[in-house]
């Protein structure tokens, strides 16, 4: 596939991280979209703000919070191992279900939440003490680079490549709108933001 202009969505703290790791490995962005609703942890993306409409390669959703219209070239990092894991809170439900891994899923976009060719997944163990703010710590640490080799995966597979991964239809998670979203520190940030 082609993808030398990519087009980010999203503008959340984990997107600047994947940003910055796509950048030190000469990707070229040529933008980004941001969240139309504010999220838990915003990020600071050091790109000028697009629409969909602009020329792109390939669009990388990256904790996007709205769905878009589907076409074979948008690719979404999703922060829980589909299909068992789909749509909001994945890591929350992680933890009330007492899992024992959790991952990352990169798979082509279409009209159903979370569907879509699985290009490649990343799993990454849960221990007994965990919150949901040691998971997205993780989701921090391993998702860059892991979004680096899915591209890299990508530019040598055909849109017929992709079109053959298997798609499950997912199992969707609510959002728990009484939760009491958690905080990074910016000493937390520093230390992720080295460590990807």
């Known amino acids: 596939m082609k993808i030398d202009n990519i087009l980010i969505l999203g503008s959340t703290f984990l997107t600047e991280l994947v940003v910055n790791e796509l950048k030190r490995n000469e990707f070229n962005l040529v933008g980004y979209v941001p969240n139309q609703v504010r999220s838990t942890i915003a990020g600071n993306i050091d790109l000028e703000e697009k629409d969909l409409n602009c020329e792109y390669d390939l669009a990388l959703s990256i904790q996007y919070a709205s769905l878009i219209e589907s076409n074979k070239k948008t690719f ?6 589909l299909p068992r894991f789909g749509g909001l809170d ?4 992680t933890i009330n279900e007492r899992e024992r891994e959790q991952g990352v899923t990169f798979h082509r976009m279409t009209d159903t939440y979370d569907f879509g060719p699985i290009v ?5 163990p849960i221990l007994p003490n965990d919150t949901e703010k040691d ?13 680096v080799s899915c591209l890299r995966l990508l530019r040598n597979m055909s849109v017929e490549d992709v079109d053959n991964c298997v798609s ?3 199992r969707l998670l609510e959002r728990e709108y009484k939760k009491t979203p958690f ?3 910016n ?3 520093v230390f992720l933001e080295n460590a990807s």
Do not use: A, M, Q
């Open 183 to 185: 905080e990074l520190s």
């Open 187 to 189: 000493k937390e940030k």
């Open 120 to 124: 490649n997944k990343i799993t990454y």
């Open 76 to 81: 979404n990092v999703h922060t829980g191992l």
């Open 90 to 93: 994945i890591l929350r439900h």
């Open 168 to 170: 499950e239809k997912p």
């Open 135 to 147: 998971l997205y710590k993780r989701l921090c640490i391993i998702t860059p680079p892991f979004i």
